[in-house]
């Protein structure tokens, strides 16, 4: 078998942060009691006009300008016919040939992958389907809750660029991070809110393979799974002789396979025509450039200058810009720290604070630590006042209480004893109490030096500064 390539294009449903629906003025939310926040409009009842929603179309250009999109002077609104018991209207209004913002890329890992186009559309009801494994074939029966038919989204289509299921998950980060820094939307992917599709083939070079999508991917994590499952699956089916049809799958993240939904002969026939009751978009010059102006510093030009002005490995910029709280957490540490450097507060902040955090399940948002407090105790430890063994013990107390470190120091009775003729004391004793290990280090044998300066540090209670009881063992049984 010769040589087969991976393809992988990506669409990514987005749901705008709204205060109302896209075309009524229901209110946007999750979860509430079914049918609670419904109208003539959202249910498409007869005679009912919808009304477009301004900062939806504004929020769906941001995502465009930022991704580098063309945003159209003249795009409009289709009906997308279909019937699906989540579709309290048999059609869907979206947007189909002229799109709102078209072209643009992201750049992940030195690959640039394309962007197709963004569009606003409107999202569906939810189907709850009762018996039958929860699944809508074999259903005793469905329900139907409208509370989230008429939210505001926007799909934003890749174009099939990407070559693995890593890169895939690289890209669906990156624009994570891209929408969170624009403030369009909640992205609480367990809510629904950012949601993918994926397109796979696998064929040898140059030529085209057949199509599988794999629908409604809710997590980066069910994605990449999907993904890599079916990579795989079609290399098997192909090596073995056998053909990919072209086909739409189900990811079942339970089991972790993908299943046959319909084939080709099966899928939706939508009729999209223009829809009558709403007037083109036609944005103005200063509508646009009011727009680009409140486009805040993007998560690939914040990185690049956590590299250029603070020194940090592109590993450590990467962790920190993944997320915007804690970007600017850092940013507000490193310039409340005046003897730490910026990496060391980095360490701190995504290595030890993040991780306690993380024992308690809570998110950067929500610590009662300050950027001020971490920052205070960077300097505690780079200053040689407390030790690093110190510091992350005051780390616990600050995230359990939120007291400042100088506090927490002082009430635990913490220091770090650095003075030569104090600590000269206790390693003449340490000597004393271990004499053989001692004359074996004098002849030369440097392996027990370790052993010593734990005993140092046991006597004073982990108050000693390592490097000067080094220094001091070292003089002391120089040959
Ligand atoms: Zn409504």
Excluded at 190 to 195: A, D, L, T, V
Excluded at 211 to 218: G, I
Aim: a negative charge; one cysteine or more; charged letters at 25%.
């Amino acid at each position: 078998m010769n040589e087969l390539l991976t393809t992988i294009g990506l669409e990514i449903h987005v749901e705008l942060a709204t205060r109302t629906k896209m075309f009524c003025g229901c209110p946007v939310a999750f979860g509430g009691d079914p049918n609670t926040r419904v109208c003539h409009v959202c249910l498409g009842h007869p005679g009912a006009l919808p009304v477009p929603n301004g900062q939806a179309v504004a929020n769906a250009a941001k995502i465009g300008m930022a991704l580098g999109s063309s945003i159209a002077r003249h795009s409009i609104f289709h009906r997308k016919n279909y019937f699906y018991p989540d579709m309290p209207k048999n059609y869907q209004i979206s947007q189909y040939d002229i799109p709102l913002c078209l072209g643009g890329s992201i750049d992940v890992g030195g690959a640039r992958i394309g962007i197709t186009r963004v569009h606003l559309e409107e999202d569906t009801g939810k189907s709850l389907h009762v018996g039958g494994g929860g699944r809508i074939h074999g259903a005793d029966h469905s329900l139907e809750d409208f509370n989230r038919a008429g939210t505001p989204l926007v799909e934003i289509v890749s174009e099939p660029d990407m070559t693995s299921a890593d890169q895939a998950r690289a890209f669906a980060t990156e624009l994570r991070a891209i929408i969170e820094c624009l403030d369009v939307s909640d992205i609480r992917m367990e809510e629904g809110s950012m949601r993918f599709d994926a397109n796979i083939s696998v064929a040898p070079p140059g030529e085209r393979g057949a199509k599988v999508e794999v629908k409604n991917l809710n997590s980066l994590r069910s994605l990449h799974r999907a993904l890599a499952y079916e990579e795989v699956r079609q290399r098997e089916v192909l090596s073995a002789g056998g053909t990919i049809d072209q086909s739409t799958r189900h990811w079942d993240e339970r089991v972790g396979v993908t299943r046959p939904l319909r084939t080709k002969e099966h899928a939706f026939d939508y009729r999209y025509f223009p829809e009558p009751d709403l007037v083109a978009i036609e944005p103005g010059e200063q509508w646009l450039a009011d727009i680009e102006g409140q486009i805040p510093e993007l998560p690939a030009a914040r990185r690049s200058r956590f590299v250029a002005d603070y020194g940090l490995p592109e590993y450590d910029a990467g962790v920190l810009v993944g997320s915007r709280p804690l970007a600017g957490f850092f940013e507000e540490a490193v310039r409340a720290a005046s003897a730490a450097e910026a990496k060391t507060v980095a360490n701190w902040l995504a290595n030890d604070l993040l991780g306690r955090l993380a024992e308690r399940s809570e998110g950067i948002e929500q610590t009662a630590v300050t950027p001020v407090h971490l920052a205070a105790l960077v300097d505690l430890v780079a200053a040689g006042t407390i030790s690093g063994a110190q510091g992350k013990e005051v780390l616990s107390a600050m995230v359990a209480t939120g007291a400042d470190p100088a506090t927490i120091v002082e009430e635990k009775g913490l220091r770090q004893v650095s003075g030569r003729d104090e600590l000269a004391a206790v390693v003449t004793q340490v000597l004393e109490a271990n004499a053989e290990v001692a004359g074996r280090v004098r002849t030369g044998d440097h392996k027990p030096l370790g052993f010593l300066v734990g005993q140092v540090m046991k006597v004073t209670k982990g108050q000693a500064n390592p490097s000067v009881v080094q220094a001091l063992l070292r003089e002391m049984l120089s040959p």
